[in-house]
């Protein structure tokens, strides 16, 4: 069979057209390709920053929470819904001892935190003393991180993960007067919800531990 030249330039013409396409595509892949493999990072990246978001989901501890060794996985212990293990019967013991004994578990766990914060925050929000602080924060990481750093404060079974109250505070200009409206905001709350004055107490004695850092005052000597 004859192959004209216009036959051939045509068949030449479709293979470029052909290797055009194709190239097209790889590079729609590996676009898309990439993509997700930032997309991937930024996830990652997210998660690393906020460890908070992390160690609730944790399946169990390997690491005994009182004696630092190595759990053994038949000595565990149910609290809030999440399995603790221990590396012996005596830290299992002592550990549920500290939780039957904290602030925390007095004050009603972990839904009393979260009822308590977000309350709170409705109420420093309304503030005029104090809500311009939280113009550019985002609440719901606000929210979250609080209720962490609460919980561990009163004695809560997960720690505290994220900056030190230096840190986190620095820069802000925060005066005593700033301080005192936060403190307030949370003692209402706990009235609101019902809280007995003696725990109240308690929980103005921790937040007072904090005042040094979060005004950015020199430490005191002990
Ligand atoms: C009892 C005193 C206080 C406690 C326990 C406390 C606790 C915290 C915690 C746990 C964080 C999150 C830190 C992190 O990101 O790792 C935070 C951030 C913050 N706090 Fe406080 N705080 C106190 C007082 C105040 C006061 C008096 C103000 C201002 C009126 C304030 C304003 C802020 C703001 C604006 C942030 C967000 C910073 C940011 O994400 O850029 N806090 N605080």
């Known amino acids: 069979m004859l192959i004209s030249a216009q036959d051939r330039r045509i068949d030449a013409s479709m293979m470029q057209l052909i290797n055009c396409t194709n190239q097209t595509m790889k590079l729609i892949l590996s676009s898309l390709a990439t993509i997700g493999l930032v997309m991937t990072l930024l996830v990652n990246a997210a998660m690393a920053i906020d460890p908070a978001a992390v160690a609730t989901e944790a399946a169990t501890n390997t690491v005994c929470p009182i ?11 149910e609290y809030e819904g999440r399995k603790w ?7 299992k013991t002592k550990w549920l001892k500290s939780r039957e004994e904290s602030l925390y578990q007095k004050l009603g766990g ?9 309350a709170f925050y409705v109420k420093v929000l309304a503030d005029n003393r104090v809500k311009h602080f939280f113009d550019n924060v985002s609440m719901d990481k606000q929210r979250r991180k609080q209720k962490e750093f609460l919980s561990a404060a009163f004695g809560g079974p997960l720690p505290w993960t994220g900056k030190d109250m230096r840190k986190a505070h620095e820069g802000m200009g925060l005066t005593e007067e ?11 709350t706990l009235k609101d919800l019902k809280i007995k004055q003696e725990l109240i107490d308690q929980v103005v004695a921790v937040a007072l531990t904090t005042k040094d850092d979060v005004l950015g005052r020199p430490k005191k000597a002990n």
């Open 67 to 77: 004696s630092g060794k190595p759990v053994d996985p038949a000595i565990t212990a």
């Open 85 to 91: 293990s221990f590396a012996k019967e005596a830290c």
């Open 110 to 118: 972990k839904p009393a935190m979260e009822a308590a914060v977000d």
């Open 178 to 188: 700033h301080f005192n409206a936060i403190a307030e905001n949370l003692v209402n």
